[in-house]
């Protein structure tokens, strides 16, 4: 099915461990996000990209890097984790400026 | 600084009663606006959505949400809620011209028998 593919779905990391979580769209999309999902605080923008080899800081950037080497991946990595980083975290694509986002199902998490 | 607020951080409703849901915006224009659903440890589905015309948007699963320019708001609705609506709502922002869709914090619904 089309869509958008978060890998991997869980993760437990020890504080100042690094890892890279995958997004993957097969529907040609030129935009692509990173949210994170906190209780209370809904989904908040950390890092997106208007398209191959761009990114960009959103709302909550600090402690994540991200890269956009193939159009249909977007990659988001932290260096060195903290556990406040420990949240639900959301990949999103849509093909145009305006809206048609399209999420993947998340990743889950925690930092230890 | 553009925002989404969503006043109610939880609902609780009877199986069968109508449910309104509450969202205000803040921005300069008219954003582009959204709802989403969100059933637990899922992703995100999308409602509808409201970019200009009619106020009076139609969804799916029976939802609908109106556009109130006056007040600000994007409140969405449902006559009847099933059991199987239980689930985190939130709604959402995003400039005309822009990329990046803002949140609210959502509201989480509860559905008693």
């Known amino acids: 099915n089309a869509g958008v593919t978060q890998t991997p779905k869980f993760r437990v990391l020890k504080t100042g461990q690094s890892m890279t979580l995958l997004c993957a769209q097969d529907?040609?999309?030129?935009?692509m996000y990173w949210y994170r999902q906190d209780p209370g605080m809904g989904l908040r923008l950390i890092h997106y990209s208007v398209g191959e080899g761009t990114t960009a800081k959103g709302e909550v950037p600090d402690g994540y890097n991200v890269s956009r080497l193939k159009k249909q991946n977007f990659l988001l990595g932290l260096e060195s984790a903290a556990p406040s980083q420990t949240s639900v975290y959301f990949c999103?694509?849509?093909?145009?400026?305006?809206?048609?986002?399209?999420f993947g199902s998340g990743t889950r998490l925690t930092v230890v | 600084a553009q925002s989404v607020t969503q006043p109610d951080i939880h609902i609780t409703v009877s199986e069968g009663a109508s449910l309104e849901l509450r969202c205000n915006y803040s921005?300069?224009?008219?954003?582009?606006l959204f709802w989403y659903v969100q059933s637990p440890g899922q992703g995100l589905q999308l409602l509808l959505k409201?970019?200009?015309?009619?106020?009076l948007v139609q969804g799916i699963k029976g939802f609908e949400a109106e556009f109130k320019r006056s007040q600000s708001s994007f409140n969405l609705r449902k006559p009847s809620v099933h059991w199987s609506d239980a689930a985190e709502y939130f709604c959402?922002?995003?400039?005309?011209?822009?990329?990046?869709?803002?949140f609210g914090g959502g509201t989480r619904v509860l559905v008693k028998p």
């Open positions: 959402a922002g995003l400039k005309a011209a822009g990329n990046k869709l803002t």
């Open positions: 999103a694509s849509s093909p145009t400026q305006g809206g048609g986002y399209t």
């Open positions: 529907m040609n999309h030129e935009y």
């Open positions: 409201y970019f200009s015309g009619d106020t």
């Open positions: 921005y300069g224009a008219t954003p582009y």
